[in-house]
C-alpha cells in the first residue's frame, strides 16, 4: 500500500457541507446467500465529458452493490475498455467483446460474459473494436435497441446491470438509454458541469419521447470534489439546481482510484477502508433506497 503522502480527505456529504437537510441515508438489507435474484434495474452511467469519474463509478458502485450481495453486471460500452482494463482485463486478448454481441444476433452472451475478482460481479468488456459500432449498427433494424435486446434476458439473472457509457451522445449512448431505467450521472466539481448536465437533460427528454418513456434520472453524484472554494461553489449550484437529484455522498479527488486502474481491481478490495472506499459504499446504500437496485 502507499505512503499517505498525500493528505485524503474523510467522507464528504452534501447534508455536512450544507447543513441544511436531513442526513439521509437509511439503511438498506444486505442479501443473504440463499436470496433469490432480478430482476435487475438497469442504470446508464452517463456524461458526455470525458474523465469525470464515469468508469470510476461504475467499478466502484458495482464492487459496493456486490458487497451487499446484490448480483451485478457491469457492461463496458465504451470503446476505449477502461472498464475492462479497470478489472484486470487485458483488451487486446480478447477474443469476443460487446461488439459481437451487437452486431451478431446469434452470438452468445456466455461466450462474452466474464466473471470478475469480486464475487458475484460480472462483466461485459468491449475493446476497439465496438468504435466501429457506430457505423455497424446504421443499417440495422431498430438500431438503437440493439443493446435492449441484449440485456433484456440478463435482467432475470441480476438485481442491477451498470452500462458505463462512452463521453459522447452518439448510437452508442442513445443505446445505452433505450436500454436503461435510470440514468446515473457523475459531475465533476468543476464550472462547466451544470451546462453539461442540462444538455444531457435535453437529450434524456428526447429519448423518453421518442425510444424509452420510462428512463428517469436517479441521481447525480458529485466526483473529484476538493476542499476548495471552487469545488464548494460549484457543489452548492448544482445543489441549488437539483436539490432532489444530487446524491448525498460526494467522491472527493483521492491518488487512490488511479492506482486502483493500475492495480486492475475495485478501490473497495485495493483499498478497502479508505475514504474513497467508503464513499462509494454509501453511495451504493443511496443508490438502492432510490430504487437503483433490488
Ligand atoms: N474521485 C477521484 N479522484 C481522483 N481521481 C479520480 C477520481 N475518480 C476518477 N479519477 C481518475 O480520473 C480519471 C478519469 O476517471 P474515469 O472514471 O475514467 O472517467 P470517465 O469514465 O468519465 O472518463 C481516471 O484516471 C481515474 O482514475
Ligand atoms: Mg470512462
Known sequence: MSNKSTKELDLVTVNELFKNRQKAVPNVKSFASGDSHGPAKTIAVVNQKGGVGKTTTTISLGASLA????????????????????????????????YNLLMDRNASVDEVLLKTTVPGMDLIPSDIMLSGAEIGLVNEVAREQSLKRILAPLALEYDVILIDCQPSLGLLTVNALTAADLILVPLQCEYFALRGFKLLKEITSKIQERLNPDLAIIGIVATMFEKTAHSKEVLAR????????????????????????AAGEPITSYASSSPGATAYRRLAREVIARGGSR
Open 238 to 261: 448544482i445543489y441549488e439546481a437539483f436539490p432532489s437529484l444530487l446524491f448525498d455522498t460526494v467522491i472527493s479527488k483521492t491518488v487512490r482510484f488511479n492506482e486502483t486502474t
Open 67 to 98: 458487497e451487499m450481495g446484490r448480483r451485478v453486471l457491469l457492461v463496458d460500452f465504451d470503446p476505449q475498455g477502461s472498464l475492462s482494463i479497470g478489472l484486470g482485463v487485458i483488451t487486446d486478448e480478447l477474443e469476443s467483446s460487446i
